[in-house]
């Protein structure tokens, strides 16, 4: 089974449209989150590394220079590490980290600040952090926030660390680096199961909501479909309700007003051609009275088959004109009762016609109606084909009725405008026949105002088919 793309059905389309822009939303919305997330954390955690060494830095200052390097060197956390920079007027010792450091790290002070420059480059976000949590009295000259990855030599249970750090000179004119490292705990690993998870249920709450909403956008429009499908098998069915949104309520208006002006277009077209073939009776009448006036035997013959012809004609247009009508209220029907005695009937009149079917295929129609039309079916195939063989099986939610017969057939070209009135074949089935091109319209206009087809097929082993559907009848529930 291929799946076409863009899907056929406008429902399917609307879904898949309205679900993609709902997780493209919510992916967006995530993503900005997160963002917004990782920035916020990254803001409060520099606010937080700033405030702690401005809490050193404030303690520092109110000690005196020379206590100063050894204060820190005396802290019990043992990751902080302070130098004196260059320029300071009392150059004292370094005073490395208390772990993880040799005695002769800090022998380089010299170049502390291209040192400085080259592995701590200034972050000036947090140099201005630190330089508002320090205060005036305290001159941030550089500040630095660095992750160190020293473990891509190093044993398996290394962990990373961060550093902070800046280059302060306190109010008597001492400047010095200080710096704490801190080793960072392992990276916590996202549970894939979990989001997984959620992402699936979000997924299906969305295409939940999704197809609601479809189906009920959608709901006018089937509402219109079924009253259409309404109208076209009966013309007096009731008009579409008016109700709904603003654009709903303005389609089932227009669709009103169409049918109503279709409804008298109808009405109009079967009055007048109802009214042509009444009064053509008239004249036939006296036509049929003066030839009995007429002493020449062979033109009298001749004039009364033509006026019989014309009488024929009127009788099938006025047929035609009624079969236009709606008729009588719809009841249930035996379908397989109602052929099998339409197929008696005709053996009765000298035919042959035999019928199979199950029992009790009920349908509902017009009784009349139905007749006429299988009537003139099986009529037309013991006629042109000697015999008429019915059927009746069911087809999904219809009743199909084949009737068969073993004539000559209809060019397949001629199939689908043999069904329109007055069209007649210059072959069998041609005037010398006596038909008058109007029989299979009739039967095809009383079939579809009860909801069915009428279709004509070839039958390969020679012969005509006329496929007839019917919906099958159900019960409507009581309200």
């Known amino acids: 089974m291929s799946v076409s793309f863009p899907p056929r059905s406008l429902a399917v ?5 309205l679900l993609a822009g709902v997780l493209m939303a919510v992916f967006v919305t995530v993503s900005l989150a997160l963002r917004e997330r990782s920035h916020i954390v990254h803001s409060f955690r520099e606010q937080s590394a700033a405030d702690r060494i401005a809490d050193i830095l404030h303690l520092l200052a109110a000690l005196p220079p020379e206590q100063r390097l050894a204060t820190v060197q ?4 043992g990751q902080w590490r302070i130098e004196p920079a260059e320029g300071t007027a009392e150059p004292t010792p370094p005073l490395p980290f208390n772990r993880n450091r040799s005695s ?5 002070r010299h170049s502390l600040d291209a040192r400085l420059r080259l592995e701590h480059p200034d972050d000036p976000s947090f140099t201005a952090a630190l330089s508002e949590a320090a205060g005036p009295s305290i001159a941030v000259e550089a500040a630095w926030r660095t992750r160190n990855s020293d473990c891509r030599d190093q044993p398996a249970d290394c962990q990373p660390s961060r550093t902070v750090g800046a280059q302060v000179r306190f109010a008597d004119g001492q400047r010095v680096l200080i710096e704490a490292r801190r080793e960072l705990p392992p990276p916590r690993q996202p549970r894939a199961e979990g989001f ?12 939940i909501v999704a ?7 959608l709901q006018p429009l089937r509402r219109l479909v079924h009253a259409a499908e309404s109208f076209g098998r009966d013309p ?12 709903v309520r303005q389609a089932a208006r227009t669709f009103n007003r169409m049918r109503e002006r279709l409804r008298s277009h109808i009405e109009e077209r079967t009055r007048i051609l109802a009214a042509i073939t009444h009064d053509l009776k008239t004249p036939l009448t006296r036509l049929r009275l003066r030839l009995e006036q007429c002493r020449d035997e062979p033109l009298r013959a001749r004039l009364a088959e033509d006026v019989a012809a014309m009488q024929a004609l009127v009788d099938e247009g006025l047929d035609l004109a009624r079969s236009l009508d709606s008729g009588p209220p719809q009841q249930t029907i035996d379908l397989g009762a109602l052929l099998q005695s339409l197929c008696d009937d005709t053996v009765d009149a000298g035919g042959k016609a035999r019928f199979e079917g199950p029992d009790g295929a009920l349908i509902s129609g017009r009784p009349e109606a139905l007749r006429r039309s299988f009537l003139n079916l099986i009529d037309n195939a013991v006629k042109y084909g000697g015999e008429a063989d019915v059927s009746l099986e069911r087809s999904g939610d219809d009743w199909l009725i084949r009737v068969r017969d073993s004539g000559p057939g209809i060019p397949e070209e001629y199939l689908g405008e043999v069904m329109q009135p007055f069209f007649r074949l210059e072959t069998s089935r041609s005037r010398e026949t006596g038909g008058t091109g109007l029989g299979l319209p009739i039967a095809a206009n009383l079939l579809g105002a009860q909801g069915g087809t009428l279709s004509l097929h070839n039958r390969p082993q020679g012969g005509l088919e006329a496929r007839v559907r019917l919906p099958v009848f159900r019960n409507r529930p009581r309200t």
């Open 13 to 17: 389309r609307l879904f898949l449209l």
């Open 74 to 77: 005396a802290l019990p956390s």
């Open 104 to 108: 002769g790290e800090g022998a380089s």
């Open 196 to 207: 997984v998870t959620s992402l699936s249920i979000l997924a299906g709450f969305l295409a």
């Open 211 to 217: 197809w609601f909403a479809v189906r009920l956008v």
């Open 236 to 247: 007096e069915h009731s008009s579409m309700d008016e109700s709904g949104p603003v654009e």
